[in-house]
């Protein structure tokens, strides 16, 4: 069964802006998978969808079989967390350890169970010890370490981040690609993620879908889209640097095949230079 599904989702804003038209998507449990298309193409749009924030125009979403209504809503937010790309959109409480156990304390859990989920879920993010930290105080990568441990606490069974690495440096996104492959590999959890950072794509997904316009225009793995020419120009999208280093060592006559990520970038070259 697919965890999540759109049937011929549409959006329309007041009336007249046309976000999403028709789109068809569906994600399996345990996917590793990111929605990429410039500014505008409806990234945003569509993950406010995945978790009710948003109602259709028209068309359906439907949450491991069962479309998104009013009865299973708590059910649905639950099951889907979404991390926004500015977390301060979704930090709002005097300490970090309040922050994340929000969202605990509305299911009506009880005392222990929330203090046992607020331990858990800071231990996942690396951030044992910041309880009694204010937030706004925090970096911008610690910041959006507690957004995602917030969501991390009503242990959802996918993760849904828009723009998880914008205005963070190298090493700190970096680290938190780590962190979210980690909650992939050893929670199975079903990691979406939005970018137009095309380099990140390789390491966060084995499943890429291009947006455009409202609407999906390809689906597949990095590979395949990336090598699809007439995609990448027509979303205005480039190919990740370490492809586009090694297609200009092609273009030198250097026997290498194109790879995509910096570990399968390595193996290529040190294949050729053996």
Known sequence: MNIIETRDLTHVYRGKIKALDGINFAAKPGERIAIIGANGAGK????????????????????????????????VRRTVGVVFQDPDDQIFAPTVKQDVAFGPMNLGLPPDVIEKRVREALELVHLTGFEERAPHHLSMGEKKKVAMAGILAMQPEVLVLDEPTAGLDPGGAVRLIRLINDMNRYLGITIITATHDVDIVPMLADRVCIMSGGRIIGDGTPQKIFSTDELIKKTHLRLPIVAQLLELLKDEGVPVNVKFTLEEAKDELLRVVK
Do not use: A
């Open 44 to 75: 945003s749009t569509l993950f406010k969808h995945f978790n009710g924030i948003l109602k259709p125009t028209s068309g359906e979403v439907f949450i491991k079989g069962e479309p998104i209504n009013k009865k299973n809503i708590l059910d």
